[in-house]
């Protein structure tokens, strides 16, 4: 399939720069995929869609503070962008100015951290080393920034609004966009209603920010990401498929997580590993019922699972539909909720 099929011209001004507050007080464009129809409402009107018994899964990876601010050894400016944890104080990153900076060239930060730069990877990244976990830990604390997509050209004023209310597990260089919606209000709201809500875990790496530079479908590979699927969760999660509630998922992260961790029967399986699952039109969804997502870039694998899961045609209408409304795109941008 041609990649240049998820292709859609949005007008710059719809790419949100900031977020809305309250947080749920976003649009929420709601797709039914039986009716083939599309409507709007807030986020906050999203309890609606839950029934008592049905299960929402949410993804707790938290984003850390990757970006660093650097300086090479004759004063010029750098900056070191982690996005994988390798072990033994090495990670591997992204590094400014690449044709500045070779193997072996060392990095200073303002708070005196050094880090080397080791090894080239495949992806056009670098390996770096820092001199120990600690020193990792101090500058990820006392010189590092939250990294923003890079089509937010505004300073965040406060970097909470790129985590979720829930956020607890270290690891992504890239929030899990759909949940920043929720509220702990909303949330107590679900739940009060008779759903349970459980937490996965899927670390994200720059795959999340870059559109699909391939020709077609077929060429592209997803990045390696860290999936994680407790007992607990696996258990909650066949128990209300068994009992006929659904599934819902909050975030293409968590169809990702869950579709990687679903045994070809059905069942949802304690899960600790890496994945690379890229779910494209014809795919046959296992465990996932419903989910919650943002309007998501052209040429995005994103686009790309949505379009699985609601339908080529569904998706195009949908989109023609929120940019007529104007509803804002992208990681700041409004949800959609697809059942």
Same mark, same amino acid.
């Given at each position: 399939? +041609? /990649?240049?099929?998820?292709?859609?011209?949005?007008?710059?001004?719809?790419?949100?720069? /900031?977020?809305?507050?309250?947080?749920?007080?976003?649009?929420?464009? #709601?797709?039914?995929?039986?009716?083939?129809?599309?409507?709007?409402?807030?986020?906050?009107?999203?309890?609606?869609?839950?029934?008592?018994?049905?299960?929402?899964?949410?993804?707790?990876?938290?984003?850390?503070?990757?970006? +660093?601010?650097?300086?090479?050894?004759?004063?010029?400016?750098?900056?070191?962008?982690?996005? $994988?944890?390798?072990?033994?104080?090495?990670?591997?990153?992204?590094?400014?100015?690449?044709?500045?900076?070779?193997?072996?060239?060392? +990095?200073?930060?303002?708070?005196? #951290?050094?880090?080397?730069?080791?090894?080239?990877?495949?992806?056009?990244?670098?390996?770096?080393?820092?001199?120990?976990?600690?020193?990792?830990?101090?500058?990820?604390?006392?010189?590092?920034?939250?990294?923003?997509?890079?089509?937010?050209?505004?300073?965040? $004023?406060?970097?909470?609004?790129?985590? /979720?209310?829930?956020?607890?597990?270290?690891?992504?260089?890239?929030?899990?966009?759909?949940?920043?919606?929720?509220?702990?209000?909303?949330?107590?709201?679900?739940?009060?209603?008779?759903?349970?809500?459980?937490?996965? %875990?899927?670390?994200?790496?720059?795959?999340?920010?870059?559109?699909?530079?391939?020709?077609?479908? =077929?060429?592209?590979?997803?990045?390696? =990401?860290?999936?994680?699927?407790?007992?607990?969760?696996?258990? #909650?999660?066949?128990?209300?498929?068994?009992?006929?509630?659904?599934?819902?998922?909050?975030? /293409?992260?968590?169809?990702? %997580?869950?579709?990687?961790?679903?045994?070809?029967?059905?069942?949802?399986?304690?899960?600790?590993?890496?994945?690379?699952?890229?779910?494209?039109?014809?795919?046959?969804?296992?465990?996932?019922?419903?989910?919650?997502?943002?309007?998501?870039?052209?040429?995005?694998?994103?686009?790309?699972? #949505?379009?699985?899961?609601?339908?080529?045609?569904?998706?195009?209408?949908?989109?023609?539909?929120?940019?007529?409304? $104007?509803?804002?795109?992208?990681?700041?941008?409004?949800?959609?909720?697809?059942?």
């Amino acid at each position: 399939m +041609l /990649t240049k099929t998820f292709e859609y011209h949005l007008p710059e001004e719809l790419i949100a720069q /900031t977020p809305v507050e309250p947080r749920d007080s976003s649009k929420l464009m #709601v797709i039914d995929k039986s009716q083939k129809s599309v409507n709007e409402l807030r986020f906050s009107d999203i309890a609606g869609f839950f029934n008592s018994g049905d299960v929402l899964v949410l993804n707790n990876t938290r984003v850390i503070a990757a970006r +660093l601010p650097a300086k090479r050894a004759g004063g010029g400016k750098a900056e070191v962008f982690l996005l $994988k944890e390798l072990g033994n104080a090495q990670w591997e990153a992204l590094v400014k100015p690449g044709s500045k900076i070779s193997i072996g060239s060392e +990095l200073s930060l303002s708070n005196g #951290v050094i880090i080397k730069v080791t090894d080239n990877t495949p992806d056009s990244g670098r390996v770096v080393e820092f001199r120990s976990a600690e020193e990792v830990r101090s500058a990820l604390s006392e010189v590092g920034q939250v990294p923003l997509p890079p089509y937010i050209k505004e300073a965040l $004023k406060d970097p909470s609004r790129y985590q /979720t209310v829930y956020a607890s597990e270290e690891g992504s260089v890239a929030a899990p966009t759909a949940a920043l919606h929720f509220t702990a209000e909303l949330l107590e709201a679900i739940r009060q209603k008779g759903v349970k809500i459980v937490f996965t %875990t899927l670390h994200m790496g720059l795959g999340s920010f870059r559109p699909i530079k391939a020709e077609t479908l =077929e060429a592209h590979t997803m990045p390696v =990401e860290f999936v994680q699927v407790s007992a607990e969760v696996a258990n #909650v999660v066949n128990q209300a498929r068994k009992n006929g509630h659904n599934i819902i998922a909050c975030g /293409t992260d968590v169809v990702r %997580t869950l579709e990687s961790a679903t045994s070809a029967n059905g069942m949802l399986e304690p899960f600790c590993a890496t994945t690379k699952l890229f779910i494209t039109p014809g795919y046959r969804f296992k465990i996932v019922d419903r989910f919650i997502t943002n309007l998501h870039l052209p040429r995005s694998s994103h686009l790309v699972l #949505v379009s699985a899961f609601a339908g080529i045609e569904l998706i195009r209408q949908a989109y023609a539909f929120a940019i007529e409304r $104007k509803f804002r795109f992208y990681s700041f941008g409004d949800a959609t909720f697809m059942y």
